[in-house]
């Protein structure tokens, strides 16, 4: 999916600093974004209002193969909805998984201010929607389902965290950071 195909001068740069520079040079552009934004799952209840609001405040971001996106530990403020390409994230725990588009990370940080859970890297060339923390609440406002696109991921990501602790052996509390319970062997 081209999301800003003829839009833009294909020069963007990859250094953090100037990878996030707003996308929308003009009008124009803004229009080719609302009309592509209305493809995306995420967004396809919103109204042309609430799609030009969300193309003000977000951001296009291109990365290789192999780019670190986010790395456990960092301080997390910025939210990432894929629209092309593949990530994968490493929990530090079991084998790494993959999203691809439509799906999103970056949003805990973001919820609860802690620093980043997992490291994601791009699989292959990725174009993400990125928004920041400072306009994270615009999407609250103008997306009328996402709360509970958030929850029902949080959801799966935490059920599908047991799962993978309980094949390794850990039990779904400490899978969450619970200490054991009982006798602890040294």
Same mark, same amino acid.
């Given at each position: ?66 780019? &670190?996106?986010? *790395?456990? %530990? $960092?301080?997390?403020? =910025?939210?990432? #909805? ?5 990530? +994968? ?7 790494? &998984?993959?999203? *691809?588009? %439509? $799906?999103?990370?970056? =949003?805990?940080? #973001? ?5 980043? +859970? ?7 060339? &990725? ?10 609440s615009v999407l609250h406002r103008e997306v009328p389902d ?41």
């Amino acid at each position: 999916m081209e999301l800003v195909s003829g839009m833009m001068d294909g020069s963007l740069s990859y250094e953090l600093k100037n990878r996030l520079a707003p996308p929308f040079p003009g009008p124009g552009f803004q229009w080719g974004a609302k009309t592509k934004l209305k493809e995306v799952p995420m967004f396809e209840a919103c109204s042309e209002r609430q799609l030009r609001r969300i193309a003000r405040i977000a951001r296009i971001f291109d990365a290789p193969a192999g780019t &670190v996106i986010t *790395r456990i %530990g $960092e301080p997390g403020n =910025e939210f990432y #909805l894929i629209l092309d390409g593949m990530v +994968s994230v490493d929990l530090s725990m079991g084998k790494p &998984v993959s999203l *691809r588009p %439509g $799906e999103f990370f970056g =949003e805990m940080s #973001l919820l609860d201010g802690y620093p980043r +859970s997992a490291t994601v890297v791009a699989d292959t060339p &990725v174009r993400l929607l990125v928004i920041d923390r400072e306009n994270f609440s615009v999407l609250h406002r103008e997306v009328p389902d996402f709360t509970q696109i958030l929850l029902v991921t949080l959801s799966r990501r935490v059920r599908q965290t047991e799962h993978r602790s309980e094949q390794m052996g850990a039990t779904p509390a400490q899978a969450r950071g619970a200490a054991p319970q009982g006798p602890v062997a040294s």
